[in-house]
């Protein structure tokens, strides 16, 4: 009664969990097969050369070479501090003195920069010669300590 009511896809099933058992019994075998061959932490180990490439024999030590830990610098090297005059100069091309701000252009790197009335030293015209020092503001760098030469 058992095997006469069971359908063809049934004895299809059946013969693939079989066949799949059987596969999985050979890979369980040739698995130990392999690992008799090379077992052992020294099939694992990987060793790097003295070029930087990895390899499965141990560097000589004859090529060694001895490193003074004194020598090597780490992090960015100190630089000089550079001494510069935060004082500039340059020339007032624009200022609107009802909203109380312009643009003053530096002699030097003939940059432009805001200025505001809040930063002014001495009151100032378009066209005058100015001194002033540079602070950041939101926008970018605004001329502060304005004062005429």
């Known amino acids: 009664m058992a095997k ?49 490439y990895i390899t499965d ?12 830990a004194e020598s090597i610098e780490i992090g960015v090297p100190k630089r000089e501090k550079e001494e510069f005059d935060p004082v500039r100069t340059g020339k007032v091309a624009f200022f609107n003195d009802s909203k109380g701000y312009g643009f003053i252009n530096d002699a030097e790197s003939q940059e432009r920069y805001f200025v505001h009335v809040n930063g002014l030293m001495q009151e100032v015209r378009e066209g005058d010669r ?19 030469i």
């Open 57 to 68: 024999t141990p560097p000589d030590a004859s090529n060694r070479k001895k490193v003074d």
């Open 130 to 148: 100015v001194s002033f020092e540079l602070e950041r503001g939101q926008k970018g760098m605004n001329a502060v300590k304005v004062k005429k």
């Open 4 to 52: 006469s009511q069971q359908t063809f896809s049934k004895i299809e099933k059946e013969k693939k969990k079989i066949k799949k058992r059987e596969e999985k019994q050979k890979k369980k075998e040739a698995r130990k097969a392999n690992s008799k061959k090379g077992s052992g932490l020294d099939s694992m180990i990987a060793y790097v050369d003295e070029n930087g």
